[in-house]
């Protein structure tokens, strides 16, 4: 006997596939919202945004408005 699917297989399904429309919503609204930072760091400085990242749990985006905020209150 073959196994049956069940309903909330085919929703979990239905929730991981992509589609090439919602990309295209996404990177539009990404094109018009966001722009691209991409700094060269030294091995050492890189080691110590990753690891104060890591320890924060934050993104380079977080980051980068947390320095700058810092920045600003001296």
Same mark, same amino acid.
């Given at each position: 006997s073959f196994p049956t699917r069940r309903s909330?297989?085919?929703e979990e399904n239905k929730k991981a596939r992509k589609t090439h429309t919602?990309?295209?919503?996404?990177?539009k609204y990404a094109?018009?919202?966001?722009k691209r930072f991409s700094p %060269? =760091?030294?091995f050492d400085l890189y080691e110590r945004v990753e690891a104060y990242r890591a320890k924060e749990g934050i993104s380079q985006s977080q980051f980068i408005?947390?320095?700058?905020? %810092? =920045?600003e209150k001296k």
């Amino acid at each position: 006997s073959f196994p049956t699917r069940r309903s909330s297989d085919l929703e979990e399904n239905k929730k991981a596939r992509k589609t090439h429309t919602s990309s295209a919503v996404k990177n539009k609204y990404a094109k018009k919202n966001y722009k691209r930072f991409s700094p %060269a =760091l030294k091995f050492d400085l890189y080691e110590r945004v990753e690891a104060y990242r890591a320890k924060e749990g934050i993104s380079q985006s977080q980051f980068i408005e947390r320095a700058i905020d %810092a =920045l600003e209150k001296k």
